[in-house]
């Protein structure tokens, strides 16, 4: 362990970031994480749904795409950090918790991080993406109090 509490062996951190403000508390725990340990953070962004349309008139038009739209904002949310830290962004179609699970398991993750939505009351019982990624998670997981 290193003077600052946390793991000296901390070298790729895997988060789960959405537009929600609960996931951006999480976020910024794992780069505080990082910051302290030197280790590179994984944005990575779930769109279960990917869509894209385009928009205009004859030669003026413009792609919509919810993937580059995602991408987007997570690169805002990175830059209002204003820390410069290691990182890669990530955005795929697919459900939250595989989405994690998969990402850590490619980067050889030594760390997810999650926030703690619905891991209260019924839904701890019928599921949540804490939940899924604490029962098949390759690594560490941390769950951040978010609410």
Do not use: W, Y
């Amino acid at each position: 362990m290193s003077a600052s509490g946390i793991s000296d062996d901390i070298e790729e951190i895997v988060v789960g970031i959405s537009d929600a403000p609960t996931s951006h508390i999480a976020a910024r725990k794992a780069v505080q994480i990082a910051l302290l340990s030197g280790a590179r953070v994984h944005f990575v962004t779930a769109v279960e749904e990917a869509t894209s349309e385009t928009i205009g008139v004859t030669t003026d038009t413009v792609v919509i795409d919810t993937l580059d739209l995602a991408r987007e904002s997570v690169e805002h949310f990175v830059r209002s950090l204003g820390v410069d830290f290691p990182h890669t962004i990530t955005v795929v179609e697919a459900s939250p918790a595989r989405a994690l699970l998969s990402h850590a398991e490619f980067v050889g993750a030594d760390l997810i991080v999650v926030g703690n939505v619905r891991m209260q009351g019924i839904s701890r019982v019928l599921g949540s993406v804490g939940n899924e990624v604490l029962r098949s998670a390759p690594c560490s997981v941390l769950i951040v109090k978010t609410v």
